[in-house]
């Protein structure tokens, strides 16, 4: 098993796609984070907390988006160049690579969730001590927003080995949250409120939310996050059930 | 190691591409495993590596499934195809990558980089390779667990002929060696220089298990070139005795239904002056033509 884990964690790095998401996962958090923090007109209405969580979680979050990018092509790629037969022949045992793919894209998520966060708190707390407005820094959304971000980067893993082509994968990774749940939610509304909290992605962001006012439609945080990290182990049992059962 | 294929049957929807298949491999010897396009070689070779599943029957490695063997790689390597990489990554990163799943030192990695004369291109990303490149990085990871068994898939597609020449050498090595070396090639004069024993298959099925030499003798002619300025002469003894002549030229005729030896000692009885006698025996392309002609796929059509 450790060698399956060093492989793939020599894999991961050693592609250069890779590399250049990682760059702007990284890079997004500072960059987002400065812009708003930096220009946003924030009024004299605006919660100390929203200030906090509109500057410095929101960032964070679309970077955690990326990485699910990264997760698709952790699988996805092995399978578009083929190389995942030359993976499977060097480890037949399918389970121990897909286990190590799990832990290894898992591990990955939350070190640049951590990073991410890190860097846009650093950007954003500068900025706006600047300018002068005040912000409440808020534990729960940050905790959040670290996994959104290993739930993120695995439920792209698990979508890249049920799908395969990445092609096809990153477009429904990306489409499904903002653009499906955005229709299928407007029409679940018309029927009834509530029936939105039963849409995956948007429970998954409640993990990271950081309003003041209490949406009483949605499911809490911590409901929220288990409902999505249902989803989530859901894909990827999938995924490893497939990947098992298919010819490489 | 034997390499033991019993009863393969691998469908892909209403297609049969490996039909109850059955056949040996032994170590010690280079086995070519011949078929035209779309024979099943390459299925048959993802079959016993575990990659696809057979639908019936079984193959396996010193009486053990591939899958079985928790680090393969000092037991088996394969070359299943040079395009099998990233583009992006180096060949150095590649192989380490591979040597890492099966707990293989880091320094091997550099040791079949330079068995392969990859060494100074190790570092360089796979995407700027020639498919020669990628045949000698692809032969690099199947020696990075210097197993006892290796199979190959077409592992001369691309080499220049000096390349041609170094691999045919280094398969014919690593049989000596005692290894257990199974290689599928289209380029029949390449076989008939470096393997001992062959697989033929066509449309999935077992055409023949044999020796070059039994393959060759069996289904390609061979024939005795006699040059002679007494041909007429010659032409009636030999008839006589039962020979078939074509003739080249008034002077030179192959003789067939007798051997070279025959023909001399006929000559020499009966004063007959020879310029030249040779055996000539059939080639493996034409064996190999003559066997698997009924089975073939794809074939162009005269214009």
Redesign the interface.
């Given at each position: 098993m450790?060698?399956?884990l060093?492989?793939?964690w020599?894999?991961l790095r050693?592609?250069?796609?890779n590399i250049i998401l990682i760059v702007i996962a990284l890079a997004i958090p500072v960059v987002l984070t400065f812009l708003i923090a930096a220009i946003a007109p924030f009024g004299g209405t605006t919660f100390d907390r929203e200030v906090f969580g509109v500057a410095i979680i929101t960032p964070a979050v679309v970077a955690a988006y990326l990485c699910g990018v990264l997760g698709v092509l952790g699988i996805g790629?092995e399978y578009r160049?083929?190389?995942i037969?030359?993976?499977?022949?060097?480890?037949?045992?399918r389970s121990v690579v897909l286990a190590a793919k799990t832990v290894v894209y898992g591990l990955f998520g939350l070190a640049i969730g951590v990073l991410a966060l890190s860097l846009s708190f650093a950007t954003g707390a500068i900025c706006l001590a600047a300018r002068d407005i005040s912000f409440e820094v808020a534990i729960e959304p940050m905790i959040g927003a670290v996994l959104l971000c290993v739930l993120l980067t695995l439920f792209g893993f698990g979508l890249g080995a049920v799908m395969r082509q990445p092609a096809g994968a990153i477009p429904v990774f990306l489409i499904w949250p903002l653009i499906i749940e955005g229709i299928v939610g407007l029409i679940l509304q018309s029927i009834d409120e509530s029936l939105v909290r039963w849409l995956p992605f948007r429970a998954g962001q409640e993990l990271a939310n950081f309003t003041v006012a209490v949406d009483t439609e949605v499911f809490s945080r911590v409901v929220s996050g288990l409902y999505f990290t249902a989803w989530t182990a859901a894909i990827v049992a999938l995924g490893w059930w497939l990947v098992e059962?298919r010819?490489? | 190691m034997v390499i033991e294929a019993r009863e393969l049957t691998k469908r892909y929807g209403h297609r049969l591409a490996v039909d109850h298949l059955t056949f040996n491999v032994q170590p010690g010897v280079v086995t070519g495993f011949l078929g035209p396009n779309g024979s099943g070689k390459s299925t048959t070779m993802r079959l016993l590596l575990g990659l696809d599943r057979a639908d019936s029957g079984s193959a396996t490695f010193d009486g053990k499934p591939y899958r079985s063997y928790a680090r393969p790689l000092e037991e088996v390597g394969a070359l299943l195809d040079a395009g099998y990489v990233h583009p992006t990554r180096t060949g150095f990163e590649h192989l380490h990558a591979l040597a890492a799943s099966n707990r293989l030192p880091r320094r091997r990695v550099d040791e079949v980089l330079a068995l392969v004369g990859l060494g100074e291109v190790g570092k360089k990303r796979v995407g700027t390779y020639s498919l020669g490149m990628k045949q000698r990085l692809g032969i690099a990871a199947a020696m990075l667990g210097n197993p006892r068994t290796l199979l190959f898939d077409e592992p001369a597609n691309g080499l220049d002929p000096e390349g041609v020449r170094w691999i045919r050498e280094f398969l014919k090595h690593l049989a000596r060696e005692g290894r257990t070396v199974l290689v599928s090639s289209h380029q029949l004069a390449e076989m008939s220089q470096m393997a001992d024993s062959l697989v033929v298959i066509g449309q999935g099925r077992l055409i023949e298990q044999c020796s070059v030499a039994e393959f060759v003798g069996r289904f390609a002619n061979a024939w005795v070139r006699v040059v002679s300025p007494q041909m007429a002469v010659l032409s009636q003894l030999l008839g006589a005795r039962g020979a078939n002549l074509d003739f080249e030229n008034p002077n030179t005729a192959r003789v067939t239904g007798m051997s070279a030896r025959e023909v001399g000692e006929i000559a020499a009885a009966n004063g007959v002056v020879l310029h030249q006698l040779a055996d000539t025996s059939g080639s493996l392309e034409e064996a190999y033509l003559q066997v698997t002609q009924p089975t073939v796929e794809y074939r162009g059509r005269p214009q």
């Open positions: 450790i060698g399956a060093r492989a793939e020599i894999k050693s592609v250069r796609a790629q160049h083929n190389t037969r030359v993976t499977l022949a060097a480890q037949p045992n059962r010819d490489a | -």
